[in-house]
């Protein structure tokens, strides 16, 4: 019997880049004939971080809220899952641990969206890839990947190759099949992120290598859109499905942080 099919990957308004209500998420999931959803949107990080793209601390009960409203509005059509991308960005471990604490969730996303100070899949500073030798970007990046799996607070790894988003591709990939080991061993699943579709690299994250070198190591993807629109839940999962089928691999859903499939 196949697993359920899930966009474990969505978000909404309160994230300050999204449209969309959370009820129109879940009925366009409905529509696309999904069995449920995870909302993750972005947590919220110290007030000095990546401010104008994620919701405030003040807005965390709002969100839990919202999605609670929807589980309940939803029941018995859909399975609605509570759930976060968070971020992993070296200092605000403590911070994020509590956070995670406040609230049972059935799903945390660890994602890498800063080098430093430069937010590297930020349209408005991609001019910097210019001044950035690749080999060192990705050395970087994925030690920052590792450092996401080794600490304990998340569920899965997200769009796992990201900064390929605007073309910049990994000149070699020794630093990802490092931190594919990493992965495997703390027993975390991949994130498929289909966004990527919809960037300038046209390829999902994974790639269909790191897809391949993933499975081979026994490493789970979890479905997810990265929708922030209501029109883009589900998007292009039967090419996604095919790309994790073509070489073995597994698909997963969480639900109380527990790992089903």
């Given at each position: 019997?196949?697993?359920?099919?899930?966009?474990?990957?969505?978000?909404?308004?309160?994230?300050?880049?999204?449209?969309?209500?959370?009820?129109?998420?879940?009925?366009?999931a409905l529509d696309a004939g999904l069995d449920g959803v995870c909302f993750t949107d972005h947590a919220p990080m110290p007030a000095w971080y990546d401010a104008p793209w994620r919701m405030r601390l003040d807005q965390l009960d709002e969100y839990v809220q919202e999605v609670?409203?929807?589980?309940?509005?939803?029941?018995?059509?859909?399975?609605?899952?509570?759930?976060?991308?968070?971020?992993?960005?070296?200092?605000?471990?403590?911070?994020?641990?509590?956070?995670?604490?406040?609230?049972?969730?059935?799903?945390?996303?660890?994602?890498?969206?800063?080098?430093?100070?430069?937010?590297?899949?930020?349209?408005?500073?991609?001019?910097?890839?210019?001044?950035?030798?690749?080999?060192?970007?990705?050395?970087?990046?994925?030690?920052?990947?590792?450092?996401?799996?080794?600490?304990?607070?998340?569920?899965?790894?997200?769009?796992?190759?990201?900064?390929?988003?605007?073309?910049?591709?990994?000149?070699?990939?020794?630093?990802?099949?490092?931190?594919?080991?990493?992965?495997?061993?703390?027993?975390?699943?991949?994130?498929?992120?289909?966004?990527?579709?919809?960037?300038?690299?046209?390829?999902?994250?994974?790639?269909?290598?790191?897809?391949?070198?993933?499975?081979?190591?026994?490493?789970?993807?979890?479905?997810?859109?990265?929708?922030?629109?209501?029109?883009?839940?589900?998007?292009?999962?039967?090419?996604?499905?095919?790309?994790?089928?073509?070489?073995?691999?597994?698909?997963?859903?969480?639900?109380?942080?527990?790992?089903?499939?």
């Amino acid at each position: 019997m196949a697993s359920p099919l899930f966009d474990s990957h969505m978000h909404t308004p309160l994230c300050g880049h999204a449209t969309g209500t959370p009820r129109e998420y879940a009925q366009a999931a409905l529509d696309a004939g999904l069995d449920g959803v995870c909302f993750t949107d972005h947590a919220p990080m110290p007030a000095w971080y990546d401010a104008p793209w994620r919701m405030r601390l003040d807005q965390l009960d709002e969100y839990v809220q919202e999605v609670r409203a929807v589980q309940e509005a939803f029941r018995g059509r859909l399975d609605v899952r509570l759930g976060l991308e968070a971020d992993f960005h070296p200092g605000t471990e403590r911070f994020v641990a509590d956070l995670l604490a406040r609230y049972d969730w059935d799903y945390v996303i660890g994602s890498v969206h800063y080098l430093g100070a430069w937010g590297f899949d930020n349209p408005e500073f991609v001019a910097e890839y210019d001044w950035r030798a690749l080999p060192d970007l990705y050395r970087d990046y994925y030690a920052l990947v590792e450092g996401a799996a080794r600490s304990g607070l998340f569920d899965s790894i997200g769009h796992l190759d990201l900064p390929k988003k605007f073309g910049h591709r990994d000149p070699d990939g020794v630093y990802a099949l490092h931190a594919l080991d990493v992965i495997a061993d703390a027993g975390l699943s991949l994130d498929f992120n289909t966004a990527g579709w919809r960037k300038p690299v046209a390829e999902a994250y994974p790639a269909p290598d790191l897809t391949r070198l993933a499975a081979e190591r026994g490493i789970p993807f979890v479905l997810g859109s990265d929708a922030h629109a209501p029109a883009e839940v589900g998007f292009r999962f039967g090419e996604a499905l095919k790309q994790i089928q073509d070489v073995n691999g597994r698909v997963v859903t969480y639900q109380g942080r527990v790992r089903h499939g």
